[in-house]
């Protein structure tokens, strides 16, 4: 049965830690309305995204209070009475990503970019809670004997590079430049990357992250604090001409530096890390000369997500995650903030 309180996760003021409650109340069944379902989660990753939204560092404000996540996994327990034509059911295992809902009917949510979205962990409560309120039109169904834990960050960090590199104008054996490699949506970059055919190009720092890429196979490793010249080293090992392309998930701006400076002639920028207040500086001259694409890549939408899952659920590419309780997600962010974590951090709800 479905308990009335639950624990959640919550930032109370902008720029605030998180503080964990045990008596937040759950939406009842019968106040869920039509088109909504209840959701009792196994996990949920941790995003950068999430600590840009409690830092509040972007220009858009998320809501505060603010119950964030939104790479959640977990069974659909209750649907809203009069929901019609649900694609879902009780019972069914479902994913919650950073898109919750769309209104469906503007011309910018039927090219893929609503302006009226419900955006989980910002301007919707999110998955750091044990239940979260989801849309039936938008959750994304697991395959059976995919692991919860293990598709998580697939819902956010790897639908977003997947589709970063879908429309990164690349072929198989083409070089893709990484910088942020060693994190949440870099990490599974290098995957989708490989899975894709292309050499990689990991840029990090640390040994632990020099590790884990190399063991995923990246092709060349290049740490960013000890490197003397990162556009020298990826041009030598391009036969001298520079990478096709850069997925660039750093969460700052000095992830964008020198980019046009390593990409070859024809080559595509594309941006994924989220920097509030950055700007691009890019050589005018050089993005000509070279013709050089420079593209926005925002998360990706429901058939991206269901093919990044499917690469998952097939072994294609692997979550390096480590598991951590409710009460630990501070921790996490003061960890994210020094960026000395490897992969991801899953927050387990069934412990
Ligand atoms: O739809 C989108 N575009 C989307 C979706 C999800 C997340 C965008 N994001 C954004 C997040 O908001 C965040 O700004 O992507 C960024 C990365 O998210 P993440 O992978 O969840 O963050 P992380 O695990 O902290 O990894 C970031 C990595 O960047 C490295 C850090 O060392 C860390 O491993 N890094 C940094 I910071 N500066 C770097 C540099 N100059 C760098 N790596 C190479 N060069
Ligand atoms: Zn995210």
């Not at 849309?135 to 293990?150: K, N, Q």
């Amino acid at each position: 049965s479905i308990p009335h309180n639950q624990t959640a996760a919550i930032v109370h003021k902008a720029g605030g830690s998180i503080v964990v409650h045990d008596d937040h109340p759950v939406k009842k069944q019968s106040d869920l309305a039509p088109g909504e379902c209840l959701v009792k989660l196994h996990c949920t990753g941790v995003c950068h995204t999430d600590l840009h939204c409690a830092l509040d560092d972007w220009p858009l404000k998320a809501n505060i209070p603010l119950i964030g996540g939104h790479e959640g996994v977990g069974e659909i327990v209750a649907i809203g009475a009069h929901t019609s034509h649900s694609p879902v059911k009780v019972g069914d295992r479902v994913g919650i990503k950073w898109l919750a809902d769309s209104c469906l009917n503007c011309e910018q949510c039927r090219k893929g970019h609503c302006d009226d979205a419900k955006l989980s962990g910002f301007n919707v409560d999110g998955t750091f809670s044990q239940y979260v309120v989801s849309y039936v039109r938008h959750v994304t169904p697991i395959p059976e004997g995919f692991d919860s834990l293990a598709a998580a960050s697939i819902l956010c960090a790897g639908v977003t590079v997947y589709r970063a590199l879908k429309y990164s104008q690349t072929s198989p054996g083409d070089w893709v430049v990484l910088p942020g490699a060693g994190g949440g949506l870099g990490h599974l970059a290098i995957q989708y990357a490989k899975h894709m055919g292309l050499r990689t190009i990991a840029i990090d720092s640390g040994a632990d992250k020099k590790k884990l890429c190399e063991e995923l196979g990246a092709d060349l490793w290049i740490d960013f604090r000890e490197s003397k010249n990162i556009v020298g080293d990826i041009v030598r090992a391009t036969d001298g001409q520079g990478a096709h392309s850069a997925i660039v998930t750093a969460a700052s701006a000095s992830g964008y530096q020198q980019a046009i400076e390593y990409l070859r002639k024809g080559g595509t920028l594309m941006a994924v890390g989220l920097p509030g207040q950055a700007t691009l500086d890019a050589s005018i001259f050089f993005t000509v000369f070279k013709s050089i694409s420079i593209l926005g890549s925002y998360v990706g939408n429901r058939q991206d997500a269901k093919e990044a899952i499917d690469i998952a659920a097939r072994g294609g590419v692997k979550c390096h995650y480590a598991v951590r309780k409710a009460n630990e997600l501070q921790d996490v962010y003061e960890s994210m903030k020094k960026g000395t974590i490897s992969g991801r951090v899953v927050v387990d709800w069934r412990e």
